[in-house]
């Protein structure tokens, strides 16, 4: 399996931009997790869905913080309008809740920065 | 949420060594992972260990649930092994909580 992908690995963007961060879990997961990571917070669980419907969204910052996941291989972290305080990597992660085990594997991030 | 606290927060640690890392948290669990994140900033899975004892190569890991705590072992420390290793627990969901980690910097 290919593991956990994200897109873009690098982004670069100015004040105001919309920015969107993509995703896809490992197939045959069925659980995906949003996390940001930052010197000042360390890593922070953003959101979850469990087949594909948000189940807890209490870690999204503010209402420019929006969260996809239009089918079980897909999802997206949007920010409008992006602030430089919101540089960050941000993760993806995917587990599996069929099997019972709920171990979770991590993309290799998006580098955000906001200037 | 539960509460978890990782010791030390640094270390050093001459090649050969041997380490001992350390997971505190507040409330039972059914997920506790330890992950190595590498100079590049990936997370790597080390072990998926929410009670026992598991080995991987010079890594092993423990875990005494009732008492709330996990245990890493890096044995013959290596260069490679320089990074910050987290330890993340869940109860329900495999939604992660992640400890602060601890910084180890293997010098040659």
């Known amino acids: 399996d290919a593991g956990v992908i994200q897109s873009p690995r690098h982004e670069v963007t100015e004040m105001g931009q919309e920015v969107t961060l993509r995703c896809k879990p490992i197939?045959?997961?069925?659980?995906l997790f949003w996390y940001r990571q930052t010197m000042m917070r360390g890593l922070e669980l953003l959101i979850y869905?469990?087949?594909?419907?948000?189940?807890?969204d209490s870690g999204m910052p503010e209402d420019r913080f929006s969260a996809k996941m239009p089918n079980a291989s897909f999802s997206t972290l949007k920010i409008q309008p992006s602030e430089p305080r919101d540089s960050a990597v941000y993760f993806c992660?995917?587990?599996?809740?069929?099997?019972?085990?709920?171990?979770?594997?991590f993309g290799q991030g998006t580098r955000l920065t906001v200037v | 949420g539960i509460q978890v606290e990782q010791s030390p927060p640094d270390l050093i640690l001459q090649e050969g060594a041997n380490s001992t890392l350390r997971c505190n948290f507040s409330?039972?669990?059914?997920?506790l992972q330890w992950f190595h994140q590498n100079p590049w900033g990936q997370l790597i899975n080390l072990f998926y260990?929410?009670?026992g004892t598991k080995q991987n190569g010079r890594l092993s890991a423990t875990t005494v649930a009732t008492e709330r705590y996990s245990l890493l072992y890096i044995s013959s420390s290596q260069t490679t092994d320089s990074g910050v290793y987290f330890c993340?627990?869940?109860?329900?969901?495999?939604?992660?909580?992640f400890g602060a980690g601890t910084q180890v910097v293997v010098t040659p």
């Open positions: 992660a995917s587990s599996s809740e069929r099997t019972g085990l709920t171990e979770a594997f």
């Open positions: 197939s045959g997961h069925n659980s």
């Open positions: 869905f469990n087949n594909n419907v948000p189940i807890d």
């Open positions: 409330d039972s669990v059914n997920n």
């Open positions: 260990i929410p009670s």
């Open positions: 993340a627990v869940g109860a329900r969901w495999g939604k992660l909580q």
